[in-house]
């Protein structure tokens, strides 16, 4: 059974930085993509960013340059490096991990972690 454990979120003021963390676990796993995803009340559910297991990156536009997404393969861990944190990242963060085969992905979620900035 494949699970995903998150931490680091918390309340900051604009301007400062959070480090969230999320480990994978599970007999055998090793997934192709991990990444995170952020929601605010009332809104969809959004990319944050991902990683690769080769290390190839995608930010979504609001982040780049701010946050920085990385990845230990031999932990199964994904890391995401918020800095210059503003009120409009304020959200539950999600911890995403994908398992790509031949036609078919599955996708495993953590529970959350909220991140909250605000003076």
């Known amino acids: 059974q494949v699970q995903l454990v998150e931490s680091g979120g918390g309340l900051v003021q604009p301007g400062g930085s959070l480090r969230l963390s999320c480990a994978a676990s599970?007999?055998?796993?090793?997934?192709?993509?991990m990444g995170w995803y952020r929601q605010a009340p009332g809104k969809q559910r959004d990319l944050v960013a991902r990683?690769?297991?080769?290390?190839?990156?995608t930010y979504a536009d609001s982040v780049k340059g701010r946050f920085a997404i990385s990845r230990d393969n031999a932990k199964n861990t994904v890391y995401l490096q918020m800095n210059s944190l503003k009120p409009e990242d304020t959200a539950a963060y999600y911890c995403n991990a994908k398992l790509i085969g031949v036609g078919i992905t599955y996708d495993y979620w953590g529970q959350g972690t909220q991140v909250t900035v605000s003076s």
């Open positions: 990683i690769t297991s080769g290390g190839t990156t």
């Open positions: 599970g007999s055998s796993f090793s997934p192709s993509v």
